[in-house]
């Protein structure tokens, strides 16, 4: 199963950033190795 999401990336936003944001609203494990997201639903 997998999820796409879709939004505004800011200037100067670090991935981590996003993905805290992300994780907020949905309870999910990620991994980030150089530019590469893995997400897993937990």
């Known amino acids: 199963k997998r999820r796409t ?3 505004t ?3 100067g936003q ?3 950033d996003i993905m805290e944001i ?9 991994k980030i190795d150089d ?5 897993s639903e937990i």
């Open 9 to 11: 990336f800011y200037r």
């Open 14 to 16: 670090s991935i981590k």
């Open 5 to 7: 999401f879709t939004g």
């Open 22 to 30: 992300i994780h907020l609203s949905i309870p999910v494990r990620y």
């Open 35 to 39: 530019h590469h997201v893995t997400i």
